[in-house]
């Protein structure tokens, strides 16, 4: 089982950008692919980003694509999500999460059911 600690949420103007962070403890990581979800008040939790276990292949929502970048640091059992061009859509809670396979579905966006372990959040505020 992977534990995992987000950090980087915050308050940003629109425009802005922000760097999350997902920390991972276990020796599992380097093998896991990992993918980071969003979840705003009333809405179902949303698929954001993906990246395989080597960091080869990246996967993104459509509306992410072009503003958002996912990598990870093998080396340091972190995963990022550099998030540029925010806007008020982009409020949520944002959740790093671990897949239960190396590679990256070939389903976009991926089944959560996917995911075994998933951190406990951090919060994105985007104020207009």
């Known amino acids: 089982q992977v534990q995992l600690v987000e950090s980087g949420g915050g308050l940003v103007q629109a425009g802005g950008s922000l760097r999350l962070s997902c920390v991972a403890s276990g020796r599992t990581f380097s093998s896991v692919a990992m993918a980071w979800f969003r979840q705003a008040p009333g809405k179902e939790r949303e698929f954001v980003a993906a990246?395989?276990?080597?960091?080869?292949?990246?996967q993104y929502a459509d509306s992410m694509k072009g503003r958002f970048t996912i990598s990870r640091d093998n080396d340091r059992n972190t995963v990022y999500l550099q998030m540029n061009s925010l806007n008020a859509e982009d409020t949520a809670a944002y959740y790093c999460?671990?897949?239960?396979?190396?590679?990256?579905?070939?389903?976009?966006?991926?089944?959560?059911?996917?995911?075994?372990?998933w951190g406990q959040g951090t919060q994105v505020t985007v104020s207009s």
């Open positions: 990246i395989s276990w080597s960091g080869a292949n990246t």
């Open positions: 999460t671990a897949s239960m396979y190396g590679r990256l579905s070939k389903r976009i966006p991926p089944d959560i059911g996917d995911f075994g372990s």
